[in-house]
């Protein structure tokens, strides 16, 4: 096999080998469900870890955030639940 030949295979492995990787985005450690009143609400990851909303799981444009803000409104709602999705982030 020629030199070429063989420079190509190994960017086409290592291109496939980088989206498998990327595609696969590690499962949450821990799920929260929040119950709030009406409004915005603010969830925050103190320390050692990382938040994402759950209606975001499998978006890979969504990214993981210390802090996690929902909200809901409207004439008959008096209480908002959501659930957000995280990540146990070790030496923060």
Request: net charge positive; with cysteine; glycine share 14%.
């Amino acid at each position: 096999m020629s030199i070429r030949k063989r420079v190509a295979v190994a960017f086409i492995l290592v291109g496939l080998g980088w989206t498998l990787g990327y595609a696969q985005s590690p499962a949450p450690e821990f799920m929260l469900a929040i119950d709030a009143p009406a409004g915005q609400t603010r969830v925050e990851c103190v320390s050692g870890c990382r938040l994402m909303g759950s209606r975001d799981l499998g978006n890979p444009n969504a990214g993981q955030m210390r802090v996690y803000t929902y909200g809901c409104s409207g004439g008959a709602v008096e209480r908002c639940t959501a659930q957000a999705a995280g990540w146990l982030v070790r030496g923060e």
